[in-house]
């Protein structure tokens, strides 16, 4: 439905059409939240907030169509736009009427002052006003113009306000009704209600009655119902109580110089990301933004002891393997790093004192010794939310994996290196490689030729037939959110039941990371294998190490 057709239920329904002015699309919004009908786009507001000048016609049409359009878009109630004086004769009105309605605004109001107007309240400024058949023309001119019969058009006489009196005003409300205004505004600065509720009596009700109780503010809407008004715009309060909270904010910021002095006087952060959507945002990031750029935790478990790297590892764990100058987990956190992830747990446990590299959050898994390294994941459950990297601390990998990984959308995504297929003849594969059966075996032979789309994983553990294996495991793997909550949910499951072997380890306790992907697997989910060649190495062993400070340039 459109704003001009709702608008025009309002009118129709019983009862006065309560609308506040707005100055933006903040104070539009709030006016919407609070529970009123509609929104008057307030020329005073809108040049106080937009430029800080008096509202005199010095805004162009531009200008304030452009402030009521952003109201239009933030609030979900029609909006009435205050249009002064029409920006010109009835042509420049004919366009302006064009304009508004295309921007979705519900009714416009125009006005009976002389251009360029003044704000019927300064006291001091020149006041005169066109002639009430030239306003007629306009309001005839707004009617002819409209696309959408639904579309509002307020005439407004300020009569009164010039000093012209009762009679005049009503002559010109008649006047205006006679050229097709769908209401009319008798604008009015007496200080009490009596002068319009005199008006109200005299009027012959030909259109309903617009009202604006700023000076004669002691009305109530009620009572302005009673009186046969059927829109009452409380035209400028938000404005003026706005200013009056910033100006108190201020004095006690400039007198205490701290921003926690105005602390009981402000909405909480979270109030106003409520207020513009930050929510929303959020879910189209995740809906819509390649999948790198959200924020992903990565899960080191570190906290084992492997003694064939002895001696090593003698007096560090093997993430602090020195390469060249750098740790192995140096370079993991700076490979991470380089593709924006931040958030990085390390689960410690051998020697683990010795890992002290800062911006990493820390676990421990002091039973490293009669556990394995799925329990060490879990040490760090609280980490386990959302988008989830896990990595073994004895990887080195190109970043260009990351890159491939991150943008995967499967839930759980792991990444098979198939250059161990074309190696398995040769005299020294790696030493008790985590071996991987896809549902799709890849080509055949040394030229890596990637999958159509990414393979699933049926099997995956060490103790498979080498001759069935379609790749090796590096040790890295992404879980969605979802992706994540399967995780947990399987964990659990099976440690709530009694102890068991579990896949090929003789206990939960004991697992690696491959049993619960193969566990992952029998109940049914899809693990995506990513399919690489090369590009990545291992430290399992003293050949390992060497053949690392070979390989590694920097
Ligand atoms: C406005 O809000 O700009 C109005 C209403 O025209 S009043 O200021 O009360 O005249
Ligand atoms: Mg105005």
């Known amino acids: 439905m459109s704003n001009a057709t709702k608008l025009r239920k309002l009118m129709q329904r019983p009862g006065i059409v309560r609308t506040v002015g707005a100055h933006d699309a903040l104070s539009a919004k709030m006016i919407e939240q609070a529970?009123?009908?509609?929104?008057?786009?307030?020329?005073?507001?809108?040049?106080?907030?937009?430029?800080?000048?008096?509202?005199?016609?010095?805004?162009t049409m531009t200008e304030?169509?452009?402030?009521?359009?952003?109201?239009?878009?933030?609030?979900?109630?029609?909006?009435?736009?205050?249009?002064?004086?029409?920006?010109?004769?009835?042509?420049?009105?004919?366009?302006?009427?064009?304009?508004?309605?295309?921007?979705?605004?519900?009714?416009?109001?125009?006005?009976?002052n002389v251009f360029p107007k003044r704000c019927s309240f300064y006291a001091g400024a020149r006041r005169d006003l066109v002639s009430a058949d030239e306003h007629a023309g306009k309001?005839?001119?707004?009617?002819?113009?409209?696309?959408?019969?639904d579309f509002l058009v307020i005439a407004r006489t300020e009569a009164l306000i010039?000093?012209?009196g009762r009679d005049e005003a009503l002559k010109r409300?008649?006047?205006?009704?006679?050229?097709?205004?769908?209401?009319?505004?008798?604008?009015s600065k007496s200080p009490t209600f009596d002068e319009l509720r005199a008006v109200s009596q005299q009027w012959s009700g030909r259109v309903p009655l617009v009202v604006v109780p700023t000076i004669f503010g002691a009305v109530t809407a009620e009572e302005l119902e009673r009186h046969n008004f059927k829109i009452v715009i409380f035209a400028n309060q938000v404005i003026r109580t706005a200013i009056k909270a910033m100006r108190d904010t201020l004095d006690v910021l400039k007198k205490e110089g701290r921003a926690e002095a105005v602390g009981d006087r402000m909405v909480a952060l979270q109030e106003v990301y409520d207020l513009v959507g930050v929510t929303q945002m959020e879910e189209d990031e995740r809906r819509f933004l390649p999948a790198g750029a959200e924020k992903v935790t990565a899960i080191i478990p570190a906290a084992g002891f492997e003694k064939q790297l002895l001696p090593l590892t003698q007096d560090k764990p093997k993430c602090l393997l020195d390469i060249k100058g750098k740790t192995i987990l140096e370079r993991q956190v700076a490979t991470l790093n380089e593709v924006n992830i931040k958030n990085i747990a390390v689960v410690?446990?051998?020697?683990?004192?010795?890992?002290?590299l800062s911006n990493l959050r820390y676990y421990d898994n002091d039973r490293y010794e009669e556990t394995g390294e799925l329990a060490s994941i879990f040490c760090a459950e609280a980490e386990l939310t959302g988008r989830c990297l896990l990595l073994y601390s004895d990887i080195i990998f190109e970043t260009g994996i990351l890159h491939k990984l991150l943008k995967s959308p499967a839930d759980i995504t792991i990444v098979v290196d198939q250059a161990w297929a074309d190696q398995r003849a040769l005299p020294r594969p790696h030493v008790n490689p985590d071996l991987v059966v896809m549902d799709v075996p890849p080509t055949a032979g040394y030229r890596f030729v990637p999958l159509d789309g990414p393979g699933r994983l049926v099997r995956i553990g060490q103790h498979l037939d080498p001759k069935q294996a379609h790749g090796e495991f590096i040790g890295l793997a992404m879980f969605s959110e979802r992706g994540t909550a399967l995780l947990k949910s399987a964990y659990?499951?099976?440690?709530?039941?009694?102890?068991?072997?579990?896949?090929?380890?003789?206990?939960?306790?004991?697992?690696?990371?491959?049993?619960m992907l193969q566990e992952l697997v029998t109940r049914g989910h899809d693990v995506s294998c990513l399919t690489i060649y090369k590009g990545w190495m291992e430290v399992d062993t003293f050949e390992d190490y060497q053949q690392a400070w070979a390989d590694i340039k920097r």
Request: hydrophobic letters at 45%; proline letters at 4%.
């Open 35 to 59: 529970g009123f009908d509609a929104i008057w786009a307030s020329g005073f507001g809108i040049s106080a907030s937009l430029k800080c000048i008096p509202d005199g016609s010095f805004l």
């Open 64 to 112: 304030q169509l452009d402030a009521t359009r952003n109201m239009v878009e933030a609030a979900g109630i029609p909006v009435i736009a205050d249009c002064d004086t029409g920006f010109g004769n009835a042509l420049n009105v004919m366009r302006m009427v064009q304009d508004y309605e295309k921007a979705g605004i519900a009714g416009i109001c125009i006005e009976d």
């Open 139 to 149: 309001v005839r001119a707004a009617k002819s113009a409209q696309s959408s019969p």
């Open 162 to 164: 010039a000093g012209w």
């Open 173 to 187: 409300a008649e006047a205006y009704a006679d050229a097709g205004a769908d209401a009319v505004l008798i604008h």
């Open 348 to 356: 410690r446990g051998y020697q683990k004192d010795k890992i002290t």
């Open 492 to 515: 659990h499951a099976v440690s709530s039941q009694p102890a068991a072997p579990f896949h090929e380890a003789p206990s939960l306790q004991k697992a690696s990371l491959t049993d």
